[in-house]
Nanobody, 126 residues
Framework: QVQLVESGGGLVQTGGSLKVSCAAS????????VSWFRQAPGKEREFVGG????????EYADSVKGRFTISGDSAKNTVYLQMNSLKPEDTAVYYC???????????????????WGQGTQVTVSS
């Protein structure tokens, strides 16, 4: 069982930056993708971006491309989400999720993810 713990959320002004982290309780070689999702009030959870844990490839939602960057530190079992040029519409609870999906096609649907963190609130003020 893998436990994921997010940290680093908070309040930031429009145009500002924030970095959130996702720490896994243990290294498991069955994990193939680690991604970030977000959910704003009254909206469905949506894919933000992810990291192929073994290959290092990344994928991003169109809404965050060029502004958000995902990276990983395998020695620390930690994945980071660097968010720049933040907008009020980025306000949401951000969740880290890990998948054991065994396909080279990057999974963007939440159903493909086996482990979830508790979420961290990111609020962007206008």
């Amino acid at each position: 069982q893998v436990q994921l713990v997010e940290s680093g959320g908070g309040l930031v002004q429009t145009g500002g930056s924030l970095k959130v982290s996702c720490a896994a309780s243990a290294r498991t070689f069955t994990i193939t993708y680690v991604s970030w999702f977000r959910q704003a009030p009254g909206k469905e959870r949506e894919f933000v971006g992810g990291l192929g844990w073994n290959i290092g490839d990344t994928e991003y939602a169109d809404s965050v491309k060029g502004r958000f960057t995902i990276s990983g530190d395998s020695a620390k079992n930690t994945v980071y989400l660097q968010m720049n040029s933040l907008k009020p519409e980025d306000t949401a609870v951000y969740y880290c999720a890990a998948s054991k999906y065994g396909s080279p096609w990057f999974p963007q649907a939440s159903a493909y993810y086996d482990y979830w963190g508790q979420g961290t609130q990111v609020t962007v003020s206008s």
